[in-house]
DNA sequence: GTGTTTGCAAAGTGTTTGCAATTTA
DNA sequence: TAAATTGCAAACACTTTGCAAACAC
C-alpha cells in the first residue's frame, strides 16, 4: 500500500542478486552475534534484510518478499523476527506514522525525512544535520537516542 | 493504561474547575475561527483540551474525561473530534509510539521527551535545543515541520 | 428546512499470542 | 533429547466507517 522509497546509495544492488548461492557468511555471523540460531526463517529475513543498500521496510512489505523469493515465512515469524533482530542491535524501529512499523537496516546515527503523502522514508546522514545542546533529561532518567523526523509534503 | 504526564506549567488548574459555568467564550471563538459549529460535543472536548494547562491525550483518554465530566460523547465522536481539531490547528498529533496517537494542545514548535517504559510524554520549550541548517527537502517537496523526540529511560 | 454532526455497531488495520508441531544444537 | 523456533488461527488494541437519528443555523 505504501511505498518504502529504496535508498541510492552506492550501486543498485537487488535483492534477487541478493538471493543467489553466493555465500552468506556475513549474515550467518551477524546472526550468532546477536545470539540468534541461524534458522532457515532469519536466513532468509537477513539476507534480504542486509545483503542489499540500506533500507527501511515494514513486516507486511518483508513478508511478501520472502514469499516473492521462494522462502515463504509466515507472518508472525516476520514479526517476531523483526523484533529479535532490534532487540539484537541488527535493525533499529522507526516511528513515523501511529499504526505502523518501519525498520530500518541502519543503524548508526542519522535522521529522516518522512512524506506523509506518499509513504516515503528516506535517510538524511547523521552528520548532515547538527543538534546542539540537549537539554538534561528528567530525573532518574537517561537518554536512549534523539529522533530527528522532518516531515515534508510533496508540492501538487 | 499508559499514563501521559500533565505538565507542570503555570499552577494546577484542575479539569474540575475548567468545566465549571464560567464563561468560556475563549473556547467557542476558537471553534468557529477553526470553522467548526460549536457543538454539545465539541464544547466539551474543547474546555477539556484548553481550559487547563498544555497537555497531551489519547482518544480514549479525553473519552474518559469527557464521561467523568458529566458530558459523555461517543469514543467514534472523541477520535472525529481530535482530527477535525487537528486538521483546524487546535492540536497537534504527536507520533512517539507505533499504534497510539497523542494529540498536543501545545501547538507551537517544542520538542518531546518521550519514556517508552512509563510511556510519559514531556514538553521540551523550542529554544532549548538548537537545530542547525536543515538539509535541502527530496525535489518536488517542502518542508512541514520537524519533529525531534528524545527517547529517555527512566534507571531501575 | 437543509446540511452538519452524532452515536452506534460493525468493519478494518496492523500487531501479538497460545500452543502443538518442527527444527536446531 | 532438550530447548528454541515456527506457523497457524484466534485474539488484540486502536481506529475508521456506514448510516439513521438528532441537531445547528
Redesign the interface.
Known amino acids: 500500500m505504501l511505498a518504502i522509497m529504496r535508498l541510492p546509495l552506492r550501486g543498485h544492488q537487488t535483492n534477487e542478486t541478493a538471493m543467489t548461492a553466493r555465500p552468506y557468511a556475513a549474515v550467518l555471523d551477524r546472526l550468532r552475534k546477536a545470539g540468534l540460531r541461524p534458522t532457515r526463517q532469519r536466513l532468509t529475513l537477513a539476507r534480504l534484510l542486509f545483503e542489499g543498500v540500506d533500507r527501511h521496510v515494514t513486516a507486511e512489505q518483508l513478508h511478501g518478499e520472502a514469499e516473492a523469493a521462494g522462502f515463504p515465512v509466515s507472518l508472525a515469524t516476520v514479526y517476531n523476527t523483526l523484533h529479535q533482530f532490534t532487540d539484537g542491535g541488527l535493525l533499529r524501529?522507526v516511528?513515523?506514522?501511529?499504526?505502523?512499523?518501519y525498520f530500518d537496516t541502519n543503524t548508526g546515527g542519522h535522521h529522516h525525512?518522512f512524506?506523509a503523502g506518499t509513504g516515503a522514508l528516506?535517510d538524511?546522514p547523521g552528520d548532515?544535520?547538527?543538534?546542539?545542546?540537549?537539554?538534561a533529561?528528567?530525573a532518574?532518567?537517561?537518554?536512549?537516542?534523539?529522533?530527528?523526523?522532518?516531515?515534508?509534503?510533496?508540492?501538487a
Do not use: M, N, Q, Y
Open positions: 524501529e516511528v513515523v506514522e501511529a499504526g505502523r512499523s525525512f512524506d528516506t538524511i548532515d544535520i547538527v543538534i546542539g545542546d540537549l537539554p533529561p528528567p532518574g532518567a537517561e537518554i536512549e537516542r534523539v529522533d530527528l523526523v522532518i516531515r515534508i509534503r510533496s508540492r
